[in-house]
């Protein structure tokens, strides 16, 4: 199995802009989640996905944040007029639930987004 | 929402000593990982362990569900382990929703 991948790994951005980052989760992995980390925390739960539908979304995800997963495969995290508190690691990862009543979350690399 | 709670938030080790992690939370959880995360930032599984004791190489996890806490074991560390550790929960409420929560981490740093 190849892991998640994200992309772009890194992302430098002005105020005011719109940014788009995508997931491809492990193949046929049904779940998937996204979290945000900024420096010195742990990571916190933004979104996530089982299959296409999207099943919780945290009160961090304002407004100005939409996610999509289309097709149940790859996921898409949009941010709107970005903001500087917006600067984080934004963290994808995968699993595959039900399996056993044991799911375990696999994490991608992670894209780093700076707003200047 | 659930509560993590690591310990000690910074350990400096010289290389071949051992160390305990230790994760306490205030909930019953239906899963607990324990990651490594790297200097460039990745999150490597190192343990799934809701309950029991788990052993892999040089490290090894014990979870007591009814206390509420899991504890890492690092032994004849090496340099290559220096990073932060996250232990990371998921409360069990008979729902299906899977979301961590994860404690601040363990920032170790190990020398030659």
């Known amino acids: 199995d190849t892991g998640v991948s994200q992309d772009p790994r890194h992302k430098i951005t002005k105020r005011g802009q719109n940014v788009t980052f995508r997931c491809d989760p492990i193949?046929?992995?049904?779940?998937l989640y996204w979290y945000r980390q900024t420096l010195g925390q742990g990571p916190e739960f933004l979104t996530y996905?089982?299959?296409?539908?999207?099943?919780?979304k945290s009160r961090l995800l304002s407004d100005r944040f939409s996610a999509e997963r289309p097709k149940g495969s790859f996921s898409t995290l949009e941010i709107q007029r970005t903001e500087q508190g917006d600067s984080a690691m934004y963290l994808c990862a995968s699993s595959s639930f039900p399996q056993g009543r044991q799911e375990t979350q696999y994490f991608g690399p992670g894209t780093r987004l700076l707003v200047l | 929402g659930i509560q993590v709670e690591q310990s000690p938030p910074d350990l400096i080790l010289q290389e071949g000593a051992n160390s305990t992690l230790r994760c306490n939370f205030s909930d019953s959880v239906n899963n607990l990982q324990w990651f490594h995360q790297n200097p460039w930032g990745q999150l490597i599984n190192l343990f799934y362990?809701?309950?029991g004791t788990k052993q892999n190489g040089r490290l090894s996890a014990t979870t007591v569900a009814t206390e509420r806490y899991s504890l890492l074991y690092i032994s004849s560390s090496q340099t290559t382990d220096s990073g932060v550790y996250f232990c990371?929960?998921?409360?069990?409420?008979?729902?299906?929703?899977?979301?961590?929560?994860f404690g601040r981490g363990t920032q170790l740093t190990v020398w030659p």
């Open positions: 996905f089982q299959n296409e539908a999207q099943l919780e």
């Open positions: 362990i809701p309950s």
């Open positions: 990371a929960v998921a409360p069990n409420r008979g729902s299906t929703l899977g979301r961590l929560y």
């Open positions: 193949s046929e992995h049904n779940r």
